[in-house]
């Protein structure tokens, strides 16, 4: 409420008339800026997180895609490739199982599976503030959805196909480490990120779980 100031030449003076809605310095309060290092709007760094998920996951699924098109071009099937003195071979096999040839046979189930992974990182990827987890989510989702093209495309059929592995480690044919490809490295990598951001309490948003108030970016 303006207060009377006293008179001024005859005129009735109103203290505070002309200000309202302005600071000590006369800036208006709606032109103040946000305190330092808080967002002007939660959906900004939201984002940001959301276009870094989906960054990393197209381009796991480009080097994943382009990799397995150039290893069917040009390494036949049971041929091997020594690199690194040996402690890298390239070779060419599909694999109807999940990642590094776990459980062969349920190639149905894995597909499923896998849709089911993608559709619910996108939809968690709407409350997403952590930039761990938007690197982490980005990495499973960017494999997962690179191996389901070979399921869907790849022989013997639609939801069967063979998943195309072809980097084995120390030995060739995978005799001391199960054979993989681009997309399996990044689901494995983006669990082992999660499980550690999940240890330390860093949950989606950003907040700590464990007695922490505020946002991390984890």
């Given at each position: 409420m303006s207060s009377f100031g006293g008179t001024r030449g005859g005129r009735i003076v109103v203290a505070g008339r002309g200000r309202r809605g302005r600071d000590d310095r006369?800036?208006?309060?709606a032109e103040q800026p946000a305190p330092d290092g808080a967002p002007a709007t939660e959906g900004a760094p939201r984002s940001r997180r959301t276009r870094l998920l989906l960054a990393i996951a197209v381009t796991v699924l480009v080097l994943d895609v382009v990799s397995k098109v150039v290893v069917?071009?040009?390494?036949?099937?049971?041929?091997?490739?020594r690199l690194l003195g040996g402690v890298l071979y390239l070779t060419h096999l599909r694999n109807v199982g999940a990642a590094f040839s776990f459980a062969q046979g349920a190639t149905i189930l894995f597909t499923v599976i896998a849709v089911a992974v993608a559709v619910v990182i996108v939809r968690t990827a709407r409350r997403l503030y952590s930039t761990g987890w938007a690197v982490a989510l980005g990495l499973v989702l960017g494999g997962a959805v690179g191996n389901l093209v070979d399921r869907v495309f790849r022989a013997p059929?639609?939801?069967r196909g063979g998943v195309?592995?072809?980097?084995?480690?120390?030995a060739p044919d995978g005799r001391i480490w199960p054979v993989f490809n681009v997309a399996d490295s990044a689901i494995v990598c983006g669990g082992i990120l999660g499980a550690l951001l999940a240890v330390r309490g860093i949950e989606f948003d950003g907040s700590r779980s464990r007695g922490t108030t505020g946002r991390d970016d984890g």
């Open positions: 006369g800036a208006p309060l069917v071009a040009t390494i036949e099937q049971g041929r091997d490739i059929g639609f939801l195309v592995d072809f980097l084995s480690l120390f």
